[in-house]
């Protein structure tokens, strides 16, 4: 069953990246060859050779909330940063010339491969059941006379719905972050928070409501 496209993506990067992004007003799309896991490059791999393309790269969201391991996979350290697309928005970004495609990736068992539909323009939306807790959305370009290894991707920066820095950044340091991307051109109005994943205020009282009745 195809999974319902989520109203916001979120894109774990880091600090530099995101000035970049914001600044430039471009996203960009990287070749497969440098990811982590081989299976899900040997499929795009695949796929490129099945249309006899010479260039195959993507970009990467994830469709759900924030957790501790995206946190510590994707935006590791005190230079993480998540940012909150609004999905239609973002969309609309993509030109409709044949070359993009996106979409939700479909998580399956080694088993339940055996009876996937064996079409090749799937492979670039196919990804181990191991994964699915990342519940990725992709944007992929691809081309038959570009041997390029990036793209990009003008995005209007009203796409953005909000910035989250990681929870490691000390809070004087991230008041002086917070201020400079505020003062980027276009940037003024983006709210930019810090995460509580680990550190939260309700949490901690809840906590210390015991230690108060134990007194």
Same mark, same amino acid.
């Given at each position: 069953?195809?999974?319902?496209?989520?109203? #916001?993506?979120?894109?774990?990067? @880091?600090?530099?990246?995101?000035?970049?992004?914001?600044?430039?007003?471009?996203?960009? &799309?990287?070749?497969?060859?440098?990811?982590?896991?081989?299976?899900?490059?040997?499929?795009?791999?695949?796929?490129?050779?099945?249309?006899?393309?010479?260039?195959?790269?993507?970009?990467?969201?994830?469709?759900?909330?924030?957790?501790? /391991?995206?946190?510590? %996979?994707?935006?590791?350290?005190?230079?993480?940063?998540? +940012?909150?697309?609004?999905?239609?928005?973002?969309?609309?970004?993509?030109?409709? @010339?044949?070359?993009?495609?996106?979409?939700?990736?479909?998580?399956?068992? $080694? !088993?339940?491969? @055996?009876?996937?539909?064996?079409?090749?323009?799937?492979?670039?939306?196919?990804?181990? !059941?191991?994964?699915?807790?990342?519940?990725?959305?992709?944007?992929?370009?691809?081309?038959?006379?570009? @041997?390029?290894? +990036?793209?990009? &991707?003008?995005?209007?920066? /009203?796409? $953005?719905?909000?910035?989250? $820095? *990681?929870?490691?950044?000390?809070?004087?340091?991230?008041?002086?972050?917070?201020?400079? +991307?505020?003062? %980027?051109?276009?940037?003024?109005? +983006?709210? %930019?928070?810090?995460?509580?994943?680990?550190? /939260?205020?309700?949490?901690?009282?809840?906590? *210390?409501?015991? #230690?108060? /009745?134990?007194?």
């Amino acid at each position: 069953m195809l999974r319902k496209t989520p109203s #916001a993506l979120r894109r774990y990067t @880091d600090l530099p990246a995101l000035l970049s992004l914001l600044q430039s007003k471009h996203l960009s &799309l990287l070749s497969p060859s440098s990811w982590d896991d081989r299976n899900d490059r040997n499929f795009m791999s695949a796929y490129a050779k099945a249309y006899a393309l010479k260039s195959v790269v993507a970009l990467c969201f994830c469709g759900r909330a924030q957790t501790y /391991h995206h946190w510590k %996979v994707f935006a590791p350290g005190a230079a993480g940063v998540c +940012i909150e697309f609004n999905t239609e928005t973002l969309l609309s970004s993509v030109p409709a @010339d044949g070359c993009y495609e996106h979409g939700c990736v479909r998580y399956r068992t $080694i !088993s339940e491969l @055996d009876r996937e539909k064996k079409n090749p323009c799937n492979l670039p939306f196919l990804k181990r !059941s191991a994964f699915k807790d990342e519940r990725e959305y992709r944007i992929i370009f691809r081309s038959k006379e570009q @041997d390029i290894q +990036i793209k990009d &991707l003008q995005i209007s920066l /009203h796409a $953005i719905r909000g910035i989250l $820095i *990681n929870p490691w950044m000390p809070t004087p340091l991230f008041e002086a972050v917070k201020k400079s +991307i505020c003062q %980027v051109d276009g940037c003024e109005q +983006i709210p %930019v928070s810090k995460s509580s994943l680990i550190d /939260h205020e309700k949490w901690r009282n809840y906590a *210390n409501s015991f #230690a108060t /009745h134990a007194t």
